[in-house]
């Protein structure tokens, strides 16, 4: 089983509920757990909200989503102007802040997050999580059967 889906939004605040909504569906209809859809859509909103506010010029930004029996992986591309991607691991936000939480919450949610930045030519940032699905499910009617 494999679902892609690959979005071309306007960079506008309007952009991240839709974004949110076709993951979430997505998701719910082949059975991942509430929870790890919460988990995932939340660091989804979180990453497209960074494009927001932070990738510069830029009409439009990207949003793919890749889910198969195993995990999910989400890219979200920006062309703005980049940053520099390792200063994002030295500082934490302080936890009374009213900003610059949103990089540890993402790494709070999903598996693995990674930037990849270049100067003058924007930002991806990847996602992945491990997927959870309920039993009975469609993509849990597809795994082998455990071995005794």
């Known amino acids: 089983m494999k ?3 690959a979005l071309c939004l306007p960079r506008d605040e309007q952009a991240i509920p ?10 719910a209809e082949i059975g991942v757990t509430e929870d790890c ?11 497209c909200t960074n494009v927001l506010r932070h990738s510069g010029p ?4 990207e949003v793919s989503l890749d889910v198969d029996d ?19 691991g030295i500082g934490r936000a302080d936890a009374a802040a009213e900003q610059g939480r949103g990089l540890e919450l ?7 997050v990674k930037f990849v930045s270049k100067p003058e030519a924007g930002t991806v940032v990847y996602l992945e999580k491990v997927l959870e699905f309920e ?6 009617l597809q795994r082998p059967p455990p071995r005794a």
């Open 3 to 5: 679902i892609i889906l």
């Open 18 to 27: 839709v974004s949110r909504h076709l993951a979430v569906t997505a998701m």
């Open 37 to 47: 859809i919460h988990d995932i859509a939340v660091a989804l909103s979180e990453a």
């Open 58 to 61: 830029g009409d439009e930004f």
């Open 70 to 88: 195993n995990q999910c992986v989400i890219r979200v591309v920006d062309t703005g102007h980049g940053f520099d991607s390792e200063s994002l």
């Open 106 to 112: 993402m790494r709070a949610l999903v598996d693995k």
């Open 135 to 140: 039993s009975g499910s469609l993509a849990d």
